[in-house]
C-alpha cells in the first residue's frame, strides 16, 4: 500500500473512533439521568420530586412510562398542545 492510501484508512479509523466516542458520552448521560433518577426512587422521593430533577419531559417519560399514574401526570405537567380541527364549510 502507498503511504496516501494507509494515511487516509487512519483518518477514516479516527473518524469512526470520534463518532463512536460521543455516541458513548451520549449513553453514559442517559445512563447518569436515569441511574440519578432510580435513587431518588430508592430513597422514597415522589414521582413528581423526581420529575423536577430530569431534563427533558420525554426523559420522563422514558423512566416512568410503566409507572401507574403517569398518564395524568403527563397530561398534567407537559400538556400535549391541541390540534384545531378544520370546520367544513357548508356547501
Avoid at 479509523?13 to 460521543?22: A, D, N, R
Avoid at 436515569?34 to 420529575?51: K, R, W
Amino acid at each position: 500500500m502507498k503511504y496516501e492510501e494507509l494515511k487516509l484508512r487512519w483518518e477514516m479509523c479516527l473518524e469512526k473512533i470520534e463518532e463512536q466516542e460521543s455516541e458513548i458520552d451520549r449513553l453514559v448521560g442517559e445512563l447518569k439521568r436515569t441511574l440519578s433518577a432510580l435513587t431518588l426512587i430508592s430513597e422514597g422521593l415522589t414521582v413528581l420530586d423526581i420529575m423536577a430533577t430530569v431534563a427533558r419531559p420525554s426523559e420522563f417519560e422514558i423512566l416512568f412510562k410503566d409507572y401507574a399514574p403517569f398518564s395524568n401526570i403527563m397530561a398534567t405537567y407537559f400538556p400535549k398542545p391541541k390540534k384545531e380541527r378544520k370546520r367544513k364549510q357548508p356547501n
